[in-house]
């Protein structure tokens, strides 16, 4: 994956290079003819490898150019991102990252022929790498939208690890990066007189029940654990795994058989369940004591932390023990409603639903 990304970033950029210079001609040629009646025509550049730190106004334009293609930002260290948003509020894109993630309109509306105004829609990813304190410093609320509409990877420790040595790809190895290059940047790097390829209708109805079996099962999860972070951050989860399947789909050839679905399948439910936990491991906490005003254990479940009948008494006791806010009225309503209690005594329950699903 890594190799690939390095293949389409290279292509890519030879093509910003071509667009950067007709760019900086341009500006020689206004520069020369500041003066004059004639004027300059501006190119209409496509541009899609930019700064993390491109001001608004850049930003919008660069999207303006790219007909629909997607711009990209890459930044090796999250720190100057969180010290670029202190220099005013023409430097703090979260709005635009928020939108990116829907590919929903951003723009903004000067009075001033000066200054560039426009609304479109933003076609825009970024790939960041930051220690722990950065990410958290940067990402600070939970609550803002912007963290469940992030993919979060935690590498490995590298502690006391040799240097890696990799080997050398074979012939199938090679071919598939290539396959798959070609067909990740398939009328991709497009100049500014040519168009994006026309829409087509892709059939993943397959794709879309087995992530509505996720949803279902996360959403039980959330009532069983009494998780206000699952039960948040399931949901875009599962629209990240989605997107990934299809994208899966799509480098499959958008191939319908069995097998190729099975994969297609696995591969959604494994981003899904991957952010999912991602999100939970990260910030489960933060969001649990920003809404409910304090922090629980995440990873406790609590009906499994209960015996095969249990009284009121001993639900309470387990409650404040893993600092779960929700009223225990609340959590036995839920449970007897979803089918995983009933009663059998006054204040006396016991589970009917698989403990162990």
């Known amino acids: 994956t890594e190799i690939i990304n390095i293949r389409v970033h290279m292509e890519v950029e030879y093509m910003d290079s071509i667009s950067r210079v007709a760019e900086q001609q341009y500006m020689m040629q206004l520069k020369k003819a500041r003066n004059s009646k004639n004027q300059p025509e ?32 890459f930044l090796e260290e999250l720190d100057t991102l969180t010290k670029s948003n202190k220099a005013g509020a023409w430097s703090q894109k979260t709005d635009i990252y928020r939108n990116a993630f829907d590919n929903a309109d951003y723009g903004q509306e000067y009075m001033s022929e000066n200054s560039f105004s426009g609304i479109f829609p933003v076609y825009y990813n970024m790939l ?45 190895e090679k071919n598939m990066i290539q396959n798959t290059c070609a067909r990740l940047n398939d009328n991709l790097c497009c100049t500014a007189e040519q ?60 191939k319908t058989d069995r097998e190729t679905k099975k994969n297609v399948i696995r591969f959604a439910l494994f981003v899904a369940n991957y952010v999912l936990n991602s999100l939970l491991d990260k910030f489960g906490n933060t969001l649990e004591k920003s809404i409910n005003g304090k922090a629980k254990e995440i990873q406790v479940d ?38 995983y209690i009933k009663e059998v005594g006054k204040f006396k329950y016991m589970k009917i639903y698989d403990k162990n699903k």
């Open 42 to 73: 501006e190119p209409t550049a496509i541009i899609r490898i930019i700064p993390a730190s491109v001001s608004i106004a850049k930003l919008l334009k660069r999207l303006n150019n790219s007909k629909g293609l997607h711009l990209f930002s």
């Open 128 to 172: 960041t790498c930051g220690t722990p304190a950065a990410v958290s410093r940067f990402y600070k609320d939970p609550e803002d939208g912007l963290i469940s509409r992030i993919i979060f990877c935690q590498l490995p420790s590298q502690f006391g690890a040799k240097m890696p040595v990799f080997k050398k790809l074979s012939t199938f």
């Open 195 to 254: 168009e994006v390829v026309p829409e087509h209708i892709v059939d993943v109805a397959y794709l879309n029940k087995a992530i509505d079996r996720w949803n279902e099962h996360q959403r039980l999860e959330s009532i069983r654990e009494v998780s206000t972070a699952r039960n948040v951050f399931y949901r875009r989860s599962a629209v990240i795994g989605f997107r990934a399947g299809f994208l899966a789909h799509y480098l499959y050839g958008e």
């Open 302 to 339: 609590l009906f499994k932390q209960l015996p095969d009948q249990f009284e009121r008494n001993e639900l309470i006791a387990a409650v404040k023990k893993f600092q779960i806010a929700t009223p225990v009225k609340m959590i036995v309503f839920n449970w007897k409603k979803y089918n």
